[in-house]
């Protein structure tokens, strides 16, 4: 065959492969795909609206339906645009999409990052404190009408905090730790870390996708290899503190030890060898 025919055979077959209309692969990032999935999963389930009644918001409706199972497929990710569009018919919509702690799971993040996540919730009242109001019951959805106080760095407090809130301090802390490339630091908060995940996962827009937010964090530790190869998360631990029926991670409402009455500390659902 010569470079004629070759080069006819490639143009044919490339108009064959355009005409079927195969998806485009997403080039968004894996944070960017489950956030999408995540914000329209929620808002079906709390507006209780359907996709042909969300397709009316845009126009044509018709290529708006596609465009929402895309978004439901993570196939593409939602425009910061449609996202808004959408918040100004539904109020409270968006909460979901900009939360801060999809930020946090990027694999890189930027010292300018951290200090505009911190400053959103910096207390104006205490120097180091995290203020955090909106707080969210993870078991039923529902926005608490509370202020809580907590310590910047207080990895203990943060978990006992639990919910959306306290994973996304102590995942700050974390890459906090990691850009100042301290590993006795980094160790601690990413034990945290996997510590927190079932109480942040439990949040029924979560719960759904919770081995995707493990993977998401397992890539980010990953980048710190002897972290990363020290310690491990447990699975099956961790499913079975996100599905369990009642998840408490206050000390002072722990079960308590029959001898001594010391609260008994939730398993940790990671491991790391003895060297």
């Given amino acids: 065959m010569n470079m004629i ?17 195969y998806p485009k692969p997403s080039r968004s990032s894996p944070v960017d795909k489950i956030k999408g999935q995540i914000w329209i999963e929620n808002f079906f389930r709390v507006s209780g609206i359907n996709k042909k009644e969300l397709s009316k918001t845009f126009s044509p409706p018709r290529n708006s339906s596609k465009t929402i199972s895309n978004w439901l497929n993570g196939l593409n990710r939602p425009s910061d645009k449609s996202v808004d569009k959408i918040e100004t018919i539904y109020k409270g ?15 890189e993040i930027t010292r300018e990052t951290l200090s505009h996540i911190y400053s ?44 959306i809130h306290g994973f996304t301090g102590i995942l700050w802390n974390l890459r906090n730790a990691e850009l100042g490339n301290n590993q006795d630091l980094y160790n601690h908060y990413v034990r945290y870390a996997y510590k927190s995940l079932p109480s942040f996962c439990r ?15 397992r890539t980010i530790h990953r980048k710190n290899y002897y972290s990363y190869i020290r310690i491990k998360p447990i699975k099956t631990l961790l499913a079975e503190q996100i599905h369990s029926k009642h998840l408490v991670t206050v000390t002072s409402e722990r079960p308590t030890q029959i001898d001594d009455l010391r609260p008994l500390p939730l398993p940790s659902p990671y491991e790391e060898p003895l060297f």
């Fill in 5 to 21: 025919r070759i080069r006819e055979e490639v143009t044919r077959t490339k108009c064959l492969l355009d005409q079927q209309h």
């Fill in 93 to 107: 919509s968006s909460t979901i999409f900009y939360l801060p702690v999809f930020k946090l799971l990027e694999l």
């Fill in 120 to 163: 959103s919730f910096e207390s104006k009242s205490f120097s180091n404190h995290w203020q955090f109001t909106d707080l969210y019951d993870d078991e039923y959805h529902e926005s608490l009408d509370e202020i809580v106080l907590i310590e910047k760095y207080h990895a203990d407090f943060l978990f006992q905090l639990g919910g």
């Fill in 203 to 217: 949040n029924k827009a979560f719960i759904s996708h919770w081995k995707e937010i493990l993977s998401l964090l």
